[in-house]
């Protein structure tokens, strides 16, 4: 054998042999292995992408500065832009190509209150008191669909490959906002495949009823009728006793509600000042179940304490719904697809900063044995059993109307508080941004699966109508004339946008945002930060 010969044969086993350092992209072939490539060549716009998102730090249907960016960037790589979608004026409907099939990649974009927190440091710091902040990570799931949709945008047009690709917002998802308004406007009919994805702590997806529970969020306005609070209180009718009358019921009847219910409330309004009694005063609850009927149910209920409490401090009272959620149920084709993509893509590799930053994260909020960042595949999530409670996510809505799964890709740390300042503090640093390199992997080729596979949109199609649907129908918590709540947050905004924008990162100035904001990685103890 020949020098050339052996070295050929060596190339040929090396792929296999190599073991875990190249791991991460072997499996695949030809056009997938391409796609692959594509999307490592874009690991700086995915970064930018994630960074500039997060400096925005914008809350729930006050996406502006959001939208604009990722509409310039779409628009300047060929895609069509509508803007405003569904009476909502921060969203947007992205797409390119034409004929079948139709995938559309979603994913959330908002932020979380008071969760302003300086990234990379493993320490509580706010980069504005009472800011808002991406507490939740939602700053990352657009670069992870965008990089996908370019990676697979070139090829099918170099191999002029038929199909659509749109990429949509989930805006106001902390609010449960838009989802059901997007169904309900008809959004997704012709659409084949909804490809959404979500931050997580590991790569993978789940396919049939998933864990949580779905929602109805609604406002109850009570009306009274105001008087002085000492001259001539037996004049006045307490918009904010009924809201007390109200939420004791409620409290009441918990007792007797099915244990996997979760359901809050905030007092929305309750009154101006106590010399005055108050005219009006407002609730706004979530009510969550495991099913659609256990939410209808228990609708119903707080809608019959709602007019009781009414009728018990002589006001009236109207509602508003300002959010909905489906219990979630995924497609089973499409995430059996998408698991091999999971399995040939496997975890980022962490780099020691990372491994010691995620460990003090986890240490600061309490953990006693930190483990880290995840370095085993979690493997695909079948249908539950039994139904687990917990959060609701709207996309529910859209997993009703079209065959839909949830990609959850490693960009944030476990064992950190949810919806809560810690849950930001990774959300721009290395691990967010492999953490989507890695998601955007397995996007873009789950893409070519649907795009090149005889069967695979058929399959998915037979799922959805034969067992998914087959004993349950999707019927809407909202109406045909509720409003989307796009008035929410506008206040804090106006508030915080101000000061917000001078901290906007700024790629063409500095390579990452750590290093706009003079941040070492892993920055572990407090230090004066010099803001560069
Ligand atoms: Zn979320």
Known sequence: MNIQKSLAILLILLPISIGPLQAQNSGFDGLKAEAVA?????????????????????????????????????????????????GIPSAWWASWGSGEPVIALGSDVDGIPRASQMPGVAYRQPMIEGAPGHGEGHNSGQAVNIVAALAVKEIMERENLPGTI??????????????????????????????????????????????????????????????????????????????????????????????????????????????????????????????????????ATLQQIAEGAALMSDTSVTRRIVGAAYPRHFNRPIALAMDQNIQNVGLPQWSEDDQQFAKALQTLMGSEDPQGLATELSGIT????????????DIGDVAWNVPTIT???????????????????????PIAHKGAVA?????????????????????????????????????????????????KNEDIMAEFRPLLQDLYYDPSRYDTYLEQLGIDYPQLEATEIRRN
Not at 62 to 71: C, G, I, S, V
Not at 382 to 393: A, C, M, R, V
Not at 478 to 485: H, T
């Open 439 to 487: 998601g955007a992997k397995v996007i873009a080729t789950t893409m070519l699966d649907l795009v090149q596979s005889d069967t695979l949109v058929d399959e998915a199609h037979s799922y959805f109508d034969d067992v998914q649907t087959a004993d349950e129908e999707y019927q809407p918590f909202i109406g045909p004339e509720d409003p989307p709540a796009i008035e």
């Open 38 to 86: 594509s999307v490592d060549s874009m690991q700086k716009l995915t970064q930018e992408i994630i960074d500039s998102l997060f400096s925005f730090s914008e809350l729930g249907f006050q996406e502006f500065e959001t939208q604009r960016y990722l509409t310039e960037l779409l628009q300047d790589n060929g895609f069509d832009v509508e803007l405003g979608i569904a």
């Open 166 to 299: 749109v990429l949509w917002p989930g805006i106001a998802e902390e609010l449960l906002g838009t989802k059901a308004w997007y169904a309900r406007d008809g959004l997704f009919e012709g659409v084949d495949a909804v490809l959404f994805t979500h931050v997580g702590r590991n790569l993978g997806v789940s396919w049939g009823r998933a864990r949580g529970t779905g929602l109805v969020s609604v406002e109850y306005l009570f009306d009274g009728e105001a008087a002085h609070g000492a001259g001539d209180p037996w004049e006045g009718r307490s918009a904010l006793d009924a809201v007390e009358l109200m939420n004791i019921a409620w409290n009441f009847r918990r007792e007797h509600l099915h244990p996997l219910q979760r359901s809050h409330y905030v007092i929305s309004n309750g009154g101006d000042q106590p010399n005055v009694v108050p005219s009006s005063a407002s609730v706004w609850y979530f009510i969550r179940e495991v099913t659609a009927d256990g939410i209808r149910q228990n609708f």
């Open 382 to 393: 079948p249908d539950l059993e039994e139904p687990i409670s917990g959060g609701s996510d």
């Open 407 to 429: 990609l959850r890709y490693p960009s944030n740390v476990s064992g950190l508080q949810g919806h809560h300042w810690s849950s930001a503090m990774a959300m721009a640093t």
